[in-house]
């Protein structure tokens, strides 16, 4: 049964979860109720708010947390079944160890995505990087932590004017540094995949969108993540006039300065 709150609610959202779906997008994807399903039965969430944003790749929605999420509202990814653009990036999973061969099916792809993706963000949780917690996953449905206040999510930090944009920048190096220790590099680190929220009145970055993410083992790690800080470097240069060396970064980042002392 979906928590209901003692607050009256809107028409739409007293209809059953399926009902809901049908309310948000017409015709649902059959294989995506019993995914949802499970969520529900987990008690990760409670029923459907809304869907705040509509990508390429995959939809998101606003989602009530459950009893087993200490949170009231919690984000739902849902990748995309039709989408053909991650059978282009195939090979940010081929290369991973943690998975083995993947089948052709365009399912079954999108499905390993959202799994590596889910993967990705419990290793930024262990390394203590500001990023989205991670709940669960069924198919091609991930649950994680909104970033955010009331139920909005946070801004991109490309739609923001930053206050201290140093002291951002030097946030988001370090979290780079901790995922590097963790041995993760983010790969599609840019102004797009960085939230800034509000907290005690500092601007703290947020990372997300870890489908990308690698591992060191990766054979081409090393130069995503040059890309990563390449493309970091040059939005603070171009959009607040603050120069870095990206030599220095990733020889900090990749502690290169400290072996040398040693």
Known sequence: MV???KKKRSSREDYPMHEQLKIEEGVFEPKMMPRLGKLFNKKIISGLEFITARGK?????????GANVDEKYVILKIFRLETS???KRTNYVSGDPRFGKIKKSPFAVVNEWCKKEYGNLMVAEAAG??????????GNILALELIGEGGKPSSRMRDVKLKRPDGVLD????DVKRLYSHELVHSDLSEYNILIKEESKEEVPYMIDFGQAILLEHPEAMNYLKRDIHNLLAYFARTYGIKKSEEET????TDQESMKKS
């Not at 995959?58 to 009530?64: H, K, L, Q, R």
């Not at 990087?129 to 069924?138: E, K």
């Open 3 to 5: 928590r209901r709150s």
């Open 57 to 65: 790749e995959a939809d998101v929605y606003i989602a009530g947390g």
């Open 85 to 87: 653009s991650f059978q």
């Open 129 to 138: 990087v500001h990023a989205p917690r991670p709940y669960a996953f069924s």
């Open 171 to 174: 946030a988001i190096i370090e």
């Open 250 to 253: 990733f020889a900090y980042v």
